[in-house]
């Protein structure tokens, strides 16, 4: 990621594309949202050659705690992508963006997990253009209404397990609402359709272009996200013991940081590399994903790495992030952000190059890991924003709120960007962004070559200098930072009954310096025996030297 803007602006709040329309949902069920305005639909166009046919022709999304597949028919220019050309939007179910396609053909949308009361609009049909709309729980159909909202260009719906509504031969504008029907399907529904035909049809008449559009998706959606994931028993630090962070400089290591004092300790480091970037640390199982910074083609790079803390090695976690279905477009994996949350790996990709006149978007994936392997499984879209004026700096999930932290030296500048992972809404805050790091506590920090509490409402504490006490000396501005992280440590060797408060043992962090005997133990906890000798992470000493009464020195 690149270096954060200094330049302080006022705050200013802007809640953007959230769509109000509220459906009753049963229990267990939560209203989710696909919002097309903080997401990006591929199409040839815009993305060229940085996305393939097949990654057009099947799109997958994060909807809610689930995923949804949008899979067409269209090819080549008749795939407008998400855009805001269509304004008919009064009385409808959408706001702001939402996905064009031109001509005849088929659109599906598919659950992992059924949901309730859909709801959507379809966008500019006239001309004697055709919609019929069917939907499935599994196999079994599913009723589907149709209600036009105003004006003669639309026919009467016909309601049912395949509804439809046909177009008369007049025209309907692109700002107009004569031309738009709003959905509801009660359900239970796994998957929807639509199939247009007779575009451009009927009384001498051609359509304008043959375009129509397709509103945001809302519905009832069950499971919500862990309100403490960052809580986990073996990350919680002992009693005393600072809150840690991870985090890197202008540089190849990773260090932990104490957010209170400001002091970073070193860990490893990257060998070969100029700079690690994009942290992800998965506190359950001590694993720390992050990429490579600095090649001489960062187009060529898609390789995600990872360094397992029990094991203290990296390896490669996956080699091309393009066989995930995920495209990197100039940058590669390189200069980017990324978030371990949820049993998930969330990765930002930049959209193109900073501050450009692209139309891209810069994108966060959330890729699944195999508990069993540990290997990446899927990969679905979850939040997408304009790269014309936005930089990652980094992002944090906690709950279901992402926290983007956007370094933009664009007209918009340094901003901090709340995105509901439910609903689809977004929040901007300007103010100094740097990059995002969490402790166990669940305290957000802003990191540069200082670091501040993040207040999560666009304020932020005072600033203390960060400094290194162990290892390379801190350089310039945080590179990336990451959650919460405890590190291994060095327990006593007498029985646990001597340590009856798991959260308060006899125990120090680790100093090569500090030892007795020839071995340093490094634990995640203390041993649970009841006797001592069965610690082998330790030795003590065979015997103890006699300090004799003529001695000045004892060692």
């Given at each position: 990621m690149?270096?954060?803007?200094l330049l302080?602006?006022?705050?200013l ?20 949202q ?28 994060a909807f ?5 597949t ?12 998400d855009?805001?050309t ?7 179910y959408?706001t ?5 396609f ?19 609009s379809?966008?500019?049909i ?8 069917t939907?499935?729980?599994g196999?079994?159909?599913q ?8 004006g ?8 049912g397990t ?5 177009a008369t031969?007049?025209a ?9 029907i709003n ?5 239970p ?6 199939t ?5 049809v ?5 359509k304008e ?38 985090t ?19 860990l ?11 942290f992800?640390y ?5 694993i720390?994903?992050y990429?490579v910074?600095?090649?001489?083609s ?5 390789k ?6 029990n ?9 091309d ?23 998930a790996?969330?990765l ?20 699944n890991?195999?508990?069993?392997t540990?290997?990446?499984s ?23 709120t992402l ?9 918009s ?5 709340h ?8 929040v ?19 990191v540069r ?20 006490a ?7 501005n945080a ?28 125990v ?8 007795i005997?020839?071995?340093?133990g490094?634990?995640?906890k ?10 082998t ?7 103890v030297?006699?300090?004799s009464l003529?001695s000045?020195?004892?060692?």
């Amino acid at each position: 990621m690149k270096k954060p803007s200094l330049l302080f602006v006022s705050v200013l709040t802007l809640l953007a594309g959230y769509n109000k329309t509220i459906a009753q949902c049963p229990t267990g069920y939560t209203q989710a949202q696909l919002n097309w305005d903080n997401l990006s639909f591929f199409n040839s166009g815009i993305y060229g050659t940085g996305v393939s046919t097949a990654a057009i022709t099947t799109q997958n999304f994060a909807f809610g705690t689930q995923k949804l597949t949008i899979n067409h028919s269209y090819t080549g220019t008749a795939v407008g992508g998400d855009n805001t050309t269509n304004t008919g939007e009064t009385g409808s179910y959408g706001t702001g963006a939402d996905i064009q396609f031109t001509g005849d053909g088929t659109v599906t949308f598919t659950f992992l997990n059924a949901v309730q009361n859909v709801k959507f609009s379809v966008y500019d049909i006239d001309v004697s253009q055709k919609v019929t709309i069917t939907a499935l729980n599994g196999a079994t159909a599913q009723s589907v209404t149709i209600a036009k909202i105003s004006g003669t260009v639309l026919g009467t719906p016909v309601n049912g397990t395949s509804a439809s509504v046909t177009a008369t031969s007049s025209a309907s504008a692109d700002n107009s609402t004569d031309g738009t029907i709003n959905v509801d399907i009660a359900g239970p529904v796994t998957s929807f359709k639509l199939t247009i035909s007779n575009t451009g049809v009927g009384s001498g008449k051609v359509k304008e272009d043959g375009s129509f559009w397709i509103s945001d998706i809302t519905a009832c959606s069950s499971g919500s996200f862990p309100t403490n994931y960052q809580k986990t028993g073996l990350n919680q630090p002992f009693t005393g013991q600072p809150d840690y962070f991870l985090t890197t400089p202008d540089n190849n290591s990773a260090y932990m940081l104490d957010p209170a004092t400001g002091k970073a300790y070193q860990l490893f480091t990257e060998t070969g590399a100029t700079y690690i970037n994009s942290f992800a640390y998965d506190p359950y199982h001590h694993i720390l994903y992050y990429v490579v910074d600095g090649s001489t083609s960062a187009s060529t790079n898609k390789k995600i790495r990872k360094y397992d803390y029990n094991t203290e090695t990296s390896s490669d976690f996956v080699a091309d992030i393009t066989t995930l279905g995920i495209p990197t477009f100039d940058q590669g994996v390189e200069s980017a952000a990324a978030s371990y949350f949820d049993g998930a790996l969330y990765l930002g990709i930049e959209g193109g190059i900073p501050n450009s006149s692209s139309n891209r978007k810069s994108i966060v994936w959330r890729i699944n890991i195999d508990a069993t392997t540990g290997n990446p499984s899927s990969a679905y879209q979850v939040y997408g924003v304009p790269s014309n004026n936005h930089d990652w700096g980094d992002f944090m999930i906690k709950g279901d709120t992402l926290y983007d932290f956007n370094t933009s030296t664009a007209s918009s500048g340094s901003q901090i960007k709340h995105f509901n992972l439910v609903n689809g809404s977004l929040v901007n805050y300007s103010t100094t962004a740097g990059q995002s790091g969490m402790t166990w506590a669940g305290d957000l920090y802003a990191v540069r070559n200082v670091v501040e509490k993040y207040n999560q409402n666009g304020t932020k504490g005072t600033a203390v200098t960060i400094t290194t006490a162990k290892g390379t000396a801190w350089v310039g501005n945080a590179g990336d930072a990451s959650g919460p992280f405890h590190p291994k440590a060095d327990f006593g060797d007498a029985p646990a009954t001597y340590d009856p408060d798991p959260l308060a043992p006899a125990v120090h962090e680790i100093d090569s310096t500090l030892i007795i005997g020839t071995k340093v133990g490094k634990q995640w906890k203390k041993n649970v025996s009841s006797t001592a000798s069965a610690d082998t992470t330790d030795d003590g000493l065979t015997y103890v030297r006699i300090l004799s009464l003529s001695s000045t020195s004892y060692s």
